[in-house]
C-alpha cells in the first residue's frame, strides 16, 4: 500500500449522489425559497459547490437567512433518507481490499455521518474509521484542516501516510492545508472547466475506479 490512510470524500467520489439526490433536493427547496429564480441547471450546481462551495452558495450567492437554510436542510433530509445512493462500480471492492491489508478508511464530507455509515453498511458491510460530516460545527468542516489534525492525532499518523481523495475544491484545500497528497477522483466530472482545474493542481488524477484502485493498492 501507498497509504496507510485513505481520507475519503463521499458524493461524487464514492457514491452517485450529486444528480439524484443533492440537486433534485435543491431545485425543491428553491421552488418556494426563491420562486424568482430560474431553476440552476445540474453544471452549475456542480460549479458552485466546486467554487465557493455549497455553504456559500447559500449564504453568500442566494443569501439564505438561519430559516431558510433550516428549511433547505429539512428538505434535503428528507431526500436523503428516502434514496440511498450507489457506489460507484468497483469501490466497494476497493474499499474491502485496502482494509484487509490493514489501510485506515476515514471519510471527510458534506453528507451527514448517518447517511454515510448506512452507506458503507449497505455497500461494503462495514463502517469508516472515522466520519466527520455536515452535523459538525462549521469550523469542523471542510475546507477547513480539522478532520485531517484530528485524524493524524487519532491513529498517530504522519502526512505523509495519507492520502485525500476527493471529487472537488473543498477536498484539495483542506489537503494543501496540511501537506497532504490529494488525488482528484475524476470519474464524476461534468463541467471541463472543474475538470481542468483537478488535473493542474491535484498530485494525483484518476479517470476511472480502476485505475485509483491499481494505484491504491500497489506497493
Known sequence: M???????????TVVKSTPE?????????????????????????????????????????????KD????????WKNFTEKKHPDFYPGF??????YKKL??????VSHSESVQIMRDYIIHCNLTPDLIFG????????????????????????????????????????????????FAAAGWSHIVPEIENYMRKNSDFYFSTVDAFKEFILST
Open 102 to 107: 490493514g489501510g485506515i478508511i476515514c471519510v
Open 21 to 65: 439526490i443533492h440537486y433534485p433536493s435543491f431545485l425543491e427547496a428553491l421552488k418556494t425559497l426563491r420562486p424568482e429564480i430560474q431553476s440552476l441547471s445540474l453544471e452549475e450546481f456542480v460549479s458552485y459547490c466546486f467554487n465557493p462551495g455549497f455553504s456559500e452558495l447559500c449564504k453568500d450567492v442566494l443569501k439564505f437567512n
Open 134 to 181: 455536515w452535523e459538525l460545527e462549521e469550523h469542523q468542516r471542510k475546507p477547513n484542516p480539522y478532520p485531517i489534525i484530528e485524524i493524524m492525532k487519532n491513529f498517530n499518523l504522519s502526512n505523509n501516510e495519507i492520502l485525500v481523495l476527493d471529487d472537488l475544491k473543498p477536498g484539495l484545500d483542506m489537503a494543501r492545508s496540511c501537506n497532504v497528497s
Open 2 to 12: 501507498r497509504y496507510r490512510c485513505l481520507i475519503l470524500d463521499h458524493d461524487d
Open 68 to 75: 431558510e437554510q433550516e428549511y433547505q436542510y429539512k428538505v
Open 92 to 97: 466497494s471492492e476497493l474499499v474491502a481490499e
